[in-house]
């Protein structure tokens, strides 16, 4: 099967725009070998506090599994357990150039502003590069937000492969198709996408949300004074993002909701989406209370340490060989 990697930081709580896109990963784990990682490495190129990251470690691993991940079927690792990562991404170091790196918007966007900025956000692309580079990843799922990052890796693979014969598999983008209720936009201002680090705390739902939170703030969320429900991006964002995540949490498609809720206002829209996304809200909460209480995430993420190690160890001790490194 071909294999797929994709990575999410254990920073702030997965919110319903995460959780969108972590369902497409339960959707591959059937016909590709699924390689997915709690990125901590990554995490570190802003100051975190480490109890709170381990936890945030820990919880996002079994919100991997509550959600539907089968550790049967993928493999799900904790990134700094393999050493692989930071090792390889110290020799792509020496195959990439600071004009590239510079180019990068992401480093831009979280630098602007500050006095200082660590070498780790700036090299953050080549840590992520030696992510995907280490096991002969066929296909990477990214947003636009990372788009930029999967050039460079596909940029330092061919170079390399140029250079010393083939070594890495040049990996593709696997990018969702933005149509009609794909789009998850923040609640306080639905021309923005959701973020975990938007520090209004209801501009987000996460998975672990309290009933009440989740109901105040669907119910606080902005629309506008027109009260048609219609879905219109352009001229009716707000509306259009509840219909959004309606959509994606009931199965019913958008112009079945519009039709359902025609002449009753937002207000009846707002009321029963509150009930939607708590419906699967329980759900994943249960399972995840399941899984951590059971401590069973600590034997998943252990077989799949054992996996990534090995598998990351191949491609590994083939570059040292193919750039001079002694190996025996």
């Known amino acids: 099967?071909?294999?797929?990697?994709?990575?999410?930081?254990?920073?702030?709580?997965?919110?319903?725009?995460?959780?969108?896109?972590?369902?497409?990963?339960?959707?591959?784990?059937?016909?590709?070998?699924?390689?997915?990682?709690?990125?901590?490495?990554?995490?570190?190129?802003?100051p975190q506090d480490p109890e709170q990251l381990k936890k945030s470690?820990?919880?996002?691993?079994?919100?991997?599994?509550?959600?539907?991940?089968?550790?049967k079927k993928v493999t799900l690792f904790i990134q700094s357990q393999v050493s692989a990562h930071a090792e390889l991404a110290w020799i792509l170091n020496c195959f990439s150039y600071m004009g590239e790196l510079n180019r990068m918007t992401q480093f831009k966007d979280k630098s602007e502003g500050k006095k200082a900025v660590t070498t780790g956000l700036f090299t953050y692309p080549l840590l992520m590069a030696s992510d995907i580079l280490l096991y002969d990843t066929n296909y990477v799922p990214v947003g636009n937000d990372q788009k930029q990052h999967l050039e460079?890796?596909?940029?330092?693979?061919?170079?390399?492969?140029?250079?010393?014969?083939?070594?890495?598999?040049?990996?593709?983008?696997?990018?969702?198709?933005?149509?009609?209720?794909?789009?998850?936009?923040a609640f306080d201002d639905p021309t923005q996408k959701m973020s975990k680090s938007n520090p209004n705390e209801h501009s987000k739902i996460t998975l672990l949300e309290s009933a009440a939170k989740v109901k105040k703030t669907i119910m606080k969320s902005t629309t506008d004074s027109h009260s048609e429900v219609k879905y219109d991006f352009i001229n009716k964002p707000g509306v259009s993002n509840l219909l959004t995540i309606y959509s994606q949490f009931?199965?019913?498609?958008?112009?079945?909701?519009?039709?359902?809720?025609?002449?009753?206002?937002?207000?009846?829209?707002?009321?029963?989406?509150?009930?939607?996304?708590?419906?699967?809200?329980?759900?994943?909460?249960?399972?995840?209370?399941?899984?951590?209480t059971s401590g069973d995430v600590y034997d998943v993420l252990k077989q799949g340490r054992e996996r990534a190690n090995a598998l990351s160890t191949v491609v590994l001790d083939r570059v040292k060989k193919q750039v001079g490194f002694v190996t025996f």
């Open 1 to 46: 099967m071909k294999r797929v990697f994709s990575g999410v930081q254990p920073t702030g709580q997965i919110h319903l725009g995460n959780y969108i896109t972590m369902k497409n990963f339960v959707r591959q784990q059937d016909d590709k070998d699924c390689i997915y990682c709690v990125v901590d490495l990554h995490s570190i190129t802003l």
């Open 57 to 71: 470690t820990i919880e996002l691993a079994a919100l991997y599994l509550a959600i539907g991940l089968d550790p």
């Open 152 to 185: 460079l890796t596909r940029d330092i693979a061919i170079r390399f492969n140029n250079r010393f014969g083939e070594t890495f598999v040049v990996p593709e983008p696997i990018i969702a198709k933005v149509e009609e209720g794909a789009r998850i936009m």
């Open 250 to 292: 009931s199965g019913e498609s958008i112009p079945s909701i519009v039709s359902k809720y025609e002449g009753q206002g937002y207000g009846a829209l707002k009321k029963d989406l509150v009930g939607v996304v708590q419906s699967e809200l329980d759900k994943v909460q249960s399972d995840f209370q399941k899984i951590i």
